[in-house]
């Protein structure tokens, strides 16, 4: 690391903990009546469940950023996340059929942590499935894999919107709080068990960093230096896999987050070294999608993070692809 | 004419005949037609008729909409859907209805119409700017286009509380469709017209523009009428129908498949094609819940992506 580099960083990680600041302390300006009518005990628990909600962006931070940083190696392209493969639209398609099957009261439904294995699960099967289809038929041709969950995704739309017209008004906006990324509707105890997970995986990811500079030359390159690579980019896809299906539903699709981050880091730091990549990805991925909640919050959530990091995101990636002028 | 042609045809008006046929009132038969039987005229002409021709004209002014829009972007795997011009067409319903409340369907597509048309226009902008690599990609950036143009009318929507209105508009189906509420599709017939008569420019075109300008084509020109065309026919199918997966990007690439890429000589099949690809489909989301129906929207979503994935493994198997 250089000296530009360390400066950078340290710039960013005091803009993430002011943004962290400005997250716990943003609803004193926007609910001022509390300041009259509340008490002690009102704000601690308004400022305890921030925390827990802090938490639970940074756990998913850390996965949106790490897992599309390393899979933007595997593939060798810089308009690519893991979300590609259809993950947003496989969730989608099990909310809406839980929804429809069992109805709105169903304990599948209320009890967010049945919900979440559930679909958790579904997702990490599927992309199995889909790489061991792939993949292993294939010698790794990811740009195949890459098409496959395209249609996957379109069907997996098709599937959820089909259910979703005949549902009655209830069901709908069932879904579509389920669904819609919203960090106000997190249970507690999922982030609690999420940490763990989350350390572990990145830790993984981290661990293999060196690997991944040697699989960005190429496959030829990586297999003369050495690095097993199509067992590499198996074990990589399974992380990735995990790393989606966690922060998918826990706070939702966010196709862009890790898009912007990854992107935004290259362009500032200017390094292919996935140690200080994943770090400084994670870091500027945290803090777009704090300054975007704490701005939704000063709109009075009169939209998403989802949308408004789509807007963001889907902007920047457009003037990047004009900027480069090539892909 | 070759056999495989007349076989093609053949399956085309089998089809339309049972599309006719089929239905809840089991009164639509030939022979009460024959003897003359008022209510089955009656039903013939206001529903069975007005569905099985608007399937017909909007399968195979979609699937030439994704013919063109290949030739012009010079890539096989777009089409409208993967091109953001849906999108668009989707966001200017939403305007539409914001600024003016409830409004005439051709109001609506008026408003589909230029926005699906703008959005078209920067969309080629952009992909003439970039150099590929990868084709593949492209429908990655169209795809990315696309939700950038969704994520813009979703922020409006949840401003003004119109979440349902879009979520209304995401499957096609023909089964409101009558004598009455299709008119709006008589678009499609200039649209067409003027894709037959400039079918060998948009071929030129496809070559692209250096080589157009060699040929004596106006590169620009072309590519304007071609925009115009897909547009309209997106803008107004997606009113009345719905969005129709896949269509625009198998259809092309099945016929090509078979008869190259003379895009003039094309046209022909590519009608035949889609719209015996779409009754198909439409018979059989008509009979799987018989009385009632699914939308069409979903057994295209079913069947279309399981024929484009035999389409990428083939391709892939054909480069080993």
């Given at each position: 690391m250089n000296k530009r580099q360390v400066k950078l960083l340290i710039i960013f990680?005091?803009?993430?903990?002011?943004?962290?600041?400005?997250?716990?302390?943003?609803?004193?300006?926007?609910?001022?009546?509390?300041?009259?009518?509340?008490?002690?005990?009102?704000?601690?628990?308004?400022?305890?469940?921030?925390?827990?909600?802090?938490?639970a962006i940074v756990v998913s931070t850390g996965l949106i950023t790490s897992s599309s940083l390393v899979f933007q190696t595997l593939t060798k392209n810089r308009i690519l996340t893991?979300?590609?493969?259809?993950?947003?639209?496989?969730?989608?398609?099990?909310?809406?059929?839980?929804?429809?099957?069992?109805?709105?009261?169903?304990?599948?439904?209320?009890?967010?942590?049945?919900?979440?294995?559930?679909?958790?699960?579904?997702?990490?099967?599927?992309?199995?499935?889909?790489?061991?289809?792939?993949?292993?038929?294939?010698?790794?041709?990811?740009v195949l894999l890459l098409l496959m969950?395209?249609?996957?995704?379109?069907?997996?739309?098709?599937?959820?919107?089909?259910?979703?017209?005949?549902?009655?008004?209830?069901?709908?906006?069932?879904?579509?709080?389920?669904?819609?990324?919203?960090?106000?509707?997190?249970?507690?105890?999922?982030?609690y068990i999420l940490v763990p997970i989350m350390v572990v995986v990145?830790?993984?990811?981290?661990?293999?960093?060196?690997?991944?500079?040697?699989?960005?030359?190429?496959?030829?390159?990586?297999?003369?230096?050495?690095?097993?690579?199509?067992?590499?980019?198996?074990?990589?896809?399974?992380?990735i896999a995990i790393a989606v299906a966690i922060s998918t539903s826990l706070i939702g699709p966010l196709t862009f987050l890790g898009l912007i981050a990854v992107n935004g880091t290259r362009e500032l730091f200017k390094t292919t070294k996935h140690k200080v990549m994943i770090v400084a990805s994670f870091l500027l991925g945290f803090i777009v999608l704090m300054a975007g909640q704490v701005v939704v919050e000063l709109m009075d959530n009169r939209t998403s993070v989802s949308v408004l990091i789509s807007l963001i995101g889907g902007s920047y990636m457009i003037y990047l692809i004009l900027k480069e002028n090539k892909l | 004419m070759s056999k495989k042609k007349v076989i093609s045809i053949a399956v085309f008006i089998a089809l339309v005949i049972i599309s006719l046929f089929i239905g809840v009132s089991d009164k639509v038969s030939i022979t009460n037609l024959l003897k003359g039987d008022k209510n089955a005229w009656f039903l013939f002409y206001e529903s069975r008729m007005p569905r099985t021709i608007v399937i017909i004209l909007s399968a195979s002014a979609l699937s030439i909409a994704g013919l063109i829009m290949q030739a012009l972007s010079r890539n096989k795997f777009i089409s409208p859907q993967t091109a953001g011009t849906?999108?668009?067409?989707?966001?200017?319903?939403?305007?539409?209805?914001?600024?003016?409340?409830?409004?005439?369907?051709?109001?609506?597509?008026v408003f589909a119409f230029v926005f699906a048309m703008v959005f078209s226009v920067l969309f080629i902008l952009i992909l003439n700017k970039i150099k590929l690599k990868i084709v593949i990609y492209v429908p990655l950036i169209g795809i990315m286009y696309g939700s950038l143009i969704s994520a813009i009318t979703q922020f409006i929507a949840q401003r003004f509380n119109a979440l349902q209105i879009i979520s209304?508009?995401?499957?096609?189906?023909?089964?409101?469709?009558?004598?009455?509420?299709?008119?709006?599709?008589?678009?499609?017939?200039?649209?067409?017209?003027?894709?037959?008569?400039?079918?060998?420019?948009?071929?030129?075109?496809?070559?692209?523009?250096d080589f157009s300008k060699n040929l004596g084509v106006n590169y620009k020109k072309v590519l304007f009428i071609g925009l115009i065309v897909v547009a309209a026919i997106s803008a107004s199918t997606y009113i009345v129908v719905g969005p129709l997966p896949f269509l625009g990007l198998i259809i092309p690439n099945l016929v090509s498949l078979y008869y190259g890429d003379n895009l003039k000589k094309n046209l022909f099949d590519v009608a035949i094609f889609g719209s015996s690809f779409v009754l198909l489909n439409d018979i059989i989301s008509r009979l799987v819940i018989y009385p009632y129906e699914v939308a069409v929207g979903f057994t295209m979503g079913i069947s279309g992506a399981v024929i484009f994935l035999i389409m990428i493994f083939r391709r892939v198997k054909s480069h080993e």
């Amino acid at each position: 690391m250089n000296k530009r580099q360390v400066k950078l960083l340290i710039i960013f990680g005091i803009i993430a903990v002011l943004l962290g600041i400005a997250y716990l302390t943003v609803w004193l300006y926007t609910q001022r009546d509390l300041l009259i009518y509340g008490n002690a005990n009102v704000y601690f628990k308004i400022i305890r469940r921030r925390a827990v909600q802090l938490l639970a962006i940074v756990v998913s931070t850390g996965l949106i950023t790490s897992s599309s940083l390393v899979f933007q190696t595997l593939t060798k392209n810089r308009i690519l996340t893991p979300s590609v493969l259809g993950f947003d639209s496989i969730f989608l398609v099990t909310q809406t059929l839980l929804v429809s099957l069992l109805g709105v009261s169903s304990i599948l439904i209320s009890n967010v942590y049945v919900n979440f294995i559930i679909s958790t699960l579904t997702m990490i099967v599927i992309t199995i499935i889909m790489y061991q289809l792939v993949l292993k038929k294939n010698k790794n041709n990811v740009v195949l894999l890459l098409l496959m969950g395209m249609i996957i995704s379109s069907l997996a739309g098709s599937v959820s919107n089909f259910i979703q017209v005949f549902m009655n008004p209830d069901q709908f906006q069932s879904v579509l709080s389920l669904t819609t990324v919203s960090l106000t509707n997190i249970n507690e105890q999922l982030v609690y068990i999420l940490v763990p997970i989350m350390v572990v995986v990145v830790v993984l990811i981290y661990r293999k960093n060196r690997i991944y500079d040697v699989m960005a030359l190429g496959d030829d390159q990586a297999i003369g230096l050495g690095v097993e690579y199509n067992k590499e980019t198996k074990i990589t896809l399974v992380y990735i896999a995990i790393a989606v299906a966690i922060s998918t539903s826990l706070i939702g699709p966010l196709t862009f987050l890790g898009l912007i981050a990854v992107n935004g880091t290259r362009e500032l730091f200017k390094t292919t070294k996935h140690k200080v990549m994943i770090v400084a990805s994670f870091l500027l991925g945290f803090i777009v999608l704090m300054a975007g909640q704490v701005v939704v919050e000063l709109m009075d959530n009169r939209t998403s993070v989802s949308v408004l990091i789509s807007l963001i995101g889907g902007s920047y990636m457009i003037y990047l692809i004009l900027k480069e002028n090539k892909l | 004419m070759s056999k495989k042609k007349v076989i093609s045809i053949a399956v085309f008006i089998a089809l339309v005949i049972i599309s006719l046929f089929i239905g809840v009132s089991d009164k639509v038969s030939i022979t009460n037609l024959l003897k003359g039987d008022k209510n089955a005229w009656f039903l013939f002409y206001e529903s069975r008729m007005p569905r099985t021709i608007v399937i017909i004209l909007s399968a195979s002014a979609l699937s030439i909409a994704g013919l063109i829009m290949q030739a012009l972007s010079r890539n096989k795997f777009i089409s409208p859907q993967t091109a953001g011009t849906t999108n668009a067409a989707v966001l200017g319903v939403l305007i539409a209805y914001l600024f003016l409340g409830t409004i005439s369907l051709y109001l609506k597509f008026v408003f589909a119409f230029v926005f699906a048309m703008v959005f078209s226009v920067l969309f080629i902008l952009i992909l003439n700017k970039i150099k590929l690599k990868i084709v593949i990609y492209v429908p990655l950036i169209g795809i990315m286009y696309g939700s950038l143009i969704s994520a813009i009318t979703q922020f409006i929507a949840q401003r003004f509380n119109a979440l349902q209105i879009i979520s209304v508009l995401n499957l096609g189906s023909f089964a409101h469709i009558t004598r009455l509420n299709s008119t709006l599709l008589i678009i499609l017939i200039p649209a067409l017209v003027i894709a037959v008569i400039y079918a060998t420019q948009f071929n030129v075109v496809s070559l692209g523009e250096d080589f157009s300008k060699n040929l004596g084509v106006n590169y620009k020109k072309v590519l304007f009428i071609g925009l115009i065309v897909v547009a309209a026919i997106s803008a107004s199918t997606y009113i009345v129908v719905g969005p129709l997966p896949f269509l625009g990007l198998i259809i092309p690439n099945l016929v090509s498949l078979y008869y190259g890429d003379n895009l003039k000589k094309n046209l022909f099949d590519v009608a035949i094609f889609g719209s015996s690809f779409v009754l198909l489909n439409d018979i059989i989301s008509r009979l799987v819940i018989y009385p009632y129906e699914v939308a069409v929207g979903f057994t295209m979503g079913i069947s279309g992506a399981v024929i484009f994935l035999i389409m990428i493994f083939r391709r892939v198997k054909s480069h080993e």
